[in-house]
């Protein structure tokens, strides 16, 4: 079988889409952070199939998507009743992040309302939910006329696709998949979760391209990062996220991260296979010079000292790279700065996750 990539959107092309979603087919799609592979949430046989096609265990929760009103740059939407069917116990922060934030790239976690299928919340009590901006998701959305469930369209810990290309390279000859050509995703990192049902503070659950600085400087909503433990809290309580494992996001070359000036030390806690290099270098440094080593063959390449920039580039090279067959490639350590938390979060998870018997461990 084959996958069919359809460029640019008629509505011939979204009909056809929202009529795959309503026969239970599953849509690939862009957002704006990653393209989607999208299944009706209301329907248990097509939500299978996203993890049959992902290779992804059942017990991993997924997000719902749903269609912002048609004039959302109306100054306050009421996102309440566009949410109430999936979610209950909405808090008034949960209601300001939905009013800074919606649509885009931020996912909120909340109690879930009692319709909605164990088959998306892998058995718990919660759902997570989010209003994507790009405007062929909404349109999608929009005619759909319900929720769509959509992890990345990637399989299991590898790393999420950027462009309808890549969606296509990850499930070539294994699915007939219509895939919706948006171009490539401006975020280029997942959304951001933020865990709303505790009733406790809203806590992060994967850091994003919206931090919990940017939440709190538009909406005066604090929210407590990963690790930091609220006062009548216990750890085993903090919902599951499957970023969360320490390998994912994984390419099949070997991928290290160094210390700035320090690209020979990490090197040499990698003796084995270090002929041919791969070596990131920030846009604003000057060449590495590193081109006297003996029997290492390094190709410098650029990467944006911005860290949106940044963002937007991560996935995009890290699929060029593992096509190049690099013996190993060096990515240098993202400053300190939440503004580089979401990267840096995903860089050394593919770290971890890297090389030629690379898979998703679940090692915590
Ligand atoms: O940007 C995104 O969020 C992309 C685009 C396609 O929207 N989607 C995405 O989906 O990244 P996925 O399935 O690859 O990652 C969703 C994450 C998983 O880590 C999952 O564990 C977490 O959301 N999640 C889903 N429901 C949850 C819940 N009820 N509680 C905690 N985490 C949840
Ligand atoms: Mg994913």
Redesign the pocket.
């Known amino acids: 079988m084959s996958t069919d990539s359809k460029p640019l959107q008629s509505s011939a092309v979204i009909n056809e889409a929202v009529q795959t979603l309503r026969d239970g087919g599953l849509v690939a799609f862009p957002?704006e952070?990653?393209?989607?592979l999208g299944a009706d949430a209301k329907n248990p046989e097509a939500i299978q199939k996203i993890f049959t096609a992902k290779g992804r265990p059942l017990h991993?929760?997924?997000?719902v998507?749903l269609a912002a009103p048609d004039k959302f740059d109306a100054p306050q939407v009421d996102w309440v009743p566009i949410i109430a069917p999936w979610a209950r116990d909405i808090s008034e922060d949960a209601i300001k992040l939905m009013n800074a934030f919606w649509p885009g790239?931020l996912?909120l976690?909340f109690k879930?309302d009692k319709t909605v299928l164990s088959e998306?919340?892998?058995g718990?009590d919660?759902?997570?939910i989010?209003a994507?901006a790009h405007p062929i998701a909404q349109e999608v959305l929009r005619k759909f006329k319900g929720g769509i469930v959509?992890?990345?369209?990637n399989r299991f810990g590898k790393v999420?696709p950027t462009s309808a290309a890549d969606v296509r390279s990850e499930f070539e000859g294994t699915l007939d998949l219509m895939i919706l050509d948006g171009g490539d995703c401006e975020v280029g990192i997942?959304?951001t979760?933020i865990?709303m049902s505790s009733g406790d503070k809203p806590r992060l659950?994967?850091p994003?391209i919206i931090t919990p600085k940017e939440i709190l400087a538009k909406t005066g909503v604090s929210v407590l990062k990963t690790g930091e433990v609220s006062s009548d809290e216990h750890a085993e309580s903090i919902?599951?996220?499957?970023?969360?494992l320490r390998a994912h996001y994984a390419p099949t070359t070997p991928l290290r991260l160094y210390a700035p000036g320090r690209v020979l030390d990490a090197l040499s806690e990698y003796p084995d296979t270090k002929s041919r290099v791969a070596v990131a270098v920030w846009d604003s440094e000057s060449s590495l010079g590193e081109d006297g080593h003996p029997s290492v063959h390094f190709e410098e390449m650029e990467i944006p000292s911005d860290s949106a920039a940044f963002a937007s580039y991560l996935y995009r090279s890290l699929r060029d790279l593992d096509q190049q067959e690099w013996d190993l490639i060096l990515f240098p350590e993202p400053p300190a700065g939440e503004e580089w938390d979401g990267v840096r979060d995903r860089l050394q998870r593919a770290c971890f996750g890297s090389g030629p018997s690379s898979s998703s461990q679940d090692s915590n």
């Open positions: 957002t952070t990653v393209y989607g991993h929760p997924l997000i998507h790239p996912t976690v879930k998306i919340t892998g718990q919660t759902v997570a989010r994507p959509a992890p990345s369209a999420s997942e959304s979760i865990d659950l994967r994003g919902p599951r996220v499957s970023g969360s």
